[in-house]
């Protein structure tokens, strides 16, 4: 008995020194992290789709709350000035989600661009919708605020043959995008 | 009917060990006999399966509503030790059959870095409850084929006449490589039958 | 002297994965590239000789029938630690050796280290059997990564080593090479040390 209570005083002993070093360790580093998440995954895109911009992008992010929803907004400014949005959105590719990047110039409505985040899509097939040989093809499409869901966007884009349901993964995030997109527009940001 | 694709995948395209790396160490060490690898390979597809069910309740019942995500390593290890050592006293109390065939496998198991791996991936594929279940199914029962598929080529090697410097691990991780060679074959497969489902 | 070869052992006597065959499975992983290989292996010096330090310590105090599962409390603590700091300072290296971070804690290195020298020797020693064990584990990642990335992209630690024309064996990064890569790996070291005792 008194065995058996050595035991398992010595184990619950190591553990909460385990756990608390952990915690501790975890305090320090959380900060360092969430940083190098948003500079080494997100930061690459958002510097693709909001080319152009003075400001540091990655300091500038924001999270607003759209219908109930947060959002993490990228803001480019030019001269002081915001003249592009960006934030990410999911759609169902082949694989699983599909997590793209999409980047408005708000000044004129049109789209400057998107960028795949992360994917699960076959290499070589449902991954080609990663390559700028497709993602270069939205740029500087202009979107019809007023129009029905499916024609916000003023040119349609062709999938790419072989990778069908990724390009429409795509397509399924970029639409969530624009929904948002109306709403973000409707706030001042300005102010923000 | 997506069930279909992922065991195949799971199975044949991207196999745990030919493909995934993960669960070298027994697959090397208990491939000497055709005995052992499937006394082992059935070890596994039971804990397995036992260990990614109980770990992703754990995982989405308990570290995440705590915020102890960073914890997952440590958590997940003591859950499939703690389990490891609840199936063997059970199986010696209940089954004594099956203990006497996989018992000694056991304790290997705890350290087999396909159980945690397993666990691990299906966290981070962001799998559902019946997704992550099969997935496990699936892994380890393509952990079984390519262990037996390894034990009956090291029988022939016994008696065949390999290189002195060759002999043993050595020839063993080159008949893995080509076998990893042959499951190459199988890339795309999913593609195709997804395809003709959906259609 | 005898500290020394405590320290020197790990090097070639009982260089793993070769010697000690053990740990596989990051060894056939994340040799991709030879950076990944390093960052792997300085991954597991750290866990590997911070473990043996603390499970020397503690091998009076932690009784015998709990002692694996102390073990296991302990290493996996190190492991989550590399997981944090990797991810706040080598973002890079965290993505490319991915779930094989996590699986530290299964390399059958460390808890073999951890039973069969450090529960049974001074703090000095088992630090010197750590970082030994480790240095040689991580020597043998860089090599096998180096070998792999050269004749599978043409490049070494990122920078082009081939000439321009090379065609590289992009077989060699895949699965199939590495299992065989690493199992002529240990034949050559077998036949070495065979002319080497005759």
């Known amino acids: 008995m008194k065995e058996a209570a050595h035991m398992i005083v010595v184990l619950v002993i190591i553990c909460t020194v385990c756990g608390v070093a952990l915690s501790g360790f975890r305090e320090m580093t959380a900060e360092r992290i969430e940083n190098q998440v948003l500079m080494n995954v997100q930061g690459p895109r958002v510097n693709k789709v909001l080319e152009g911009s003075q400001n540091d992008l990655i300091a500038d992010r924001k999270v607003i709350k759209i219908d109930g929803q947060e959002v993490l907004l990228f803001m480019g400014k030019k001269?002081?000035?915001?003249?592009?949005?960006?934030?990410?959105?999911?759609?169902?590719?082949?694989?699983?989600d599909l997590k793209v990047m999409v980047g408005y110039d708000i000044e004129n409505d049109k789209l400057t661009g998107i960028q795949i985040v992360s994917h699960k899509e076959t290499p070589g097939v449902g991954s080609k919708v990663t390559e700028d040989q497709f993602t270069q093809r939205f740029k500087g499409i202009e979107i019809d605020l007023k129009a029905e869901p499916e024609k916000r966007l003023s040119k349609k884009i062709d999938a790419i043959s072989g990778a069908t349901y990724s390009s429409q993964g795509v397509y399924e995030a970029i639409g969530k995008s624009l929904q948002l997109y109306m709403a973000i527009k409707k706030q001042d940001l300005s102010t923000k | 009917m997506e069930y279909i694709v992922l065991v195949i995948?799971?199975?044949?395209?991207?196999?745990?060990?030919?493909?995934?790396?993960?669960?070298?160490?027994?697959?090397?060490?208990?491939s000497k006999r055709m005995d052992t690898a499937v006394g082992m390979g059935l070890a596994v597809i039971f804990v397995m399966t036992i260990a990614t069910a109980v770990t992703y309740v754990v995982q989405h019942m308990v570290l995440v509503p705590l915020n102890l995500g960073y914890l997952q390593t440590i958590a997940f290890i003591l859950?499939?030790?703690?389990?490891?050592q609840f199936v063997e006293m059970f199986l010696r109390k209940f089954?004594?059959?099956l203990y006497v065939a996989l018992g000694i496998f056991l304790p290997l198991i705890t350290t087999n870095c396909a159980v945690l791996g397993t666990a691990i991936l299906c966290i981070r594929r962001d799998m559902n409850f019946p997704e992550a279940v099969v997935f496990a199914i699936a892994s380890a029962s393509g952990f079984t084929l390519a262990l037996i598929l390894l034990a009956g080529i090291r029988e022939r090697l016994e008696i065949s006449n390999v290189p002195r410097?060759?002999?043993?691990?050595?020839?063993?991780?080159?008949?893995?490589?080509?076998?990893?060679?042959?499951?190459f074959g199988f890339v795309g497969v999913d593609g195709s039958l997804k395809e003709f489902i959906q259609n | 002297m005898k500290l020394l070869r405590t320290f020197t052992k790990g090097l070639w006597e009982e260089l793993p994965p070769f010697r000690l065959v053990l740990g596989l499975c990051p060894v056939l992983a994340v040799t991709k590239s030879a950076e990944t290989g390093l960052g792997m292996g300085l991954a597991v010096i750290f866990v590997l000789t911070c473990s043996n330090v603390l499970v020397s310590c503690l091998r009076n105090v932690i009784p015998r029938k709990v002692r694996i599962a102390s073990y296991i409390v302990i290493i996996a603590s190190f492991v989550v630690m590399v997981e944090l700091a990797s991810q706040a300072f080598f973002y890079k290296i965290y993505e490319s050796l991915g779930i094989f971070i996590p699986l530290i804690v299964v390399n059958c290195i460390i808890l073999g280290r951890a039973e069969a020298f450090a529960s049974r020797n001074g703090i000095i020693p088992?630090?010197?059997?750590?970082?030994?064990?480790?240095?040689g584990f991580t020597m043998s990642l860089t090599v096998l990564g180096a070998i792999r990335e050269i004749l599978g992209a043409g490049t070494l630690f990122g920078t082009q080593v081939m000439w321009s024309s090379f065609r590289p064996f992009t077989f060699m990064v895949e699965a199939p090479g590495a299992f065989i890569s690493l199992g002529v790996l240990l034949a050559l070291m077998n036949a070495f040390s065979k002319t080497q005792q005759s």
Request: glycine share 16%; net charge neutral; aromatic share 8%.
């Open chain 1, 79 to 96: 001269d002081g000035k915001p003249w592009a949005i960006a934030y990410e959105t999911l759609g169902k590719g082949f694989g699983g």
């Open chain 2, 9 to 30: 995948s799971a199975v044949l395209i991207k196999n745990i060990l030919l493909a995934e790396y993960l669960g070298n160490c027994p697959f090397l060490g208990t």
């Open chain 2, 79 to 84: 859950v499939i030790a703690a389990l490891v």
């Open chain 2, 95 to 97: 089954a004594p059959p």
């Open chain 2, 165 to 183: 410097a060759l002999r043993g691990t050595a020839i063993g991780l080159i008949m893995a490589g080509l076998m990893s060679l042959a499951f």
């Open chain 3, 126 to 135: 088992s630090a010197l059997d750590g970082l030994g064990i480790g240095l």
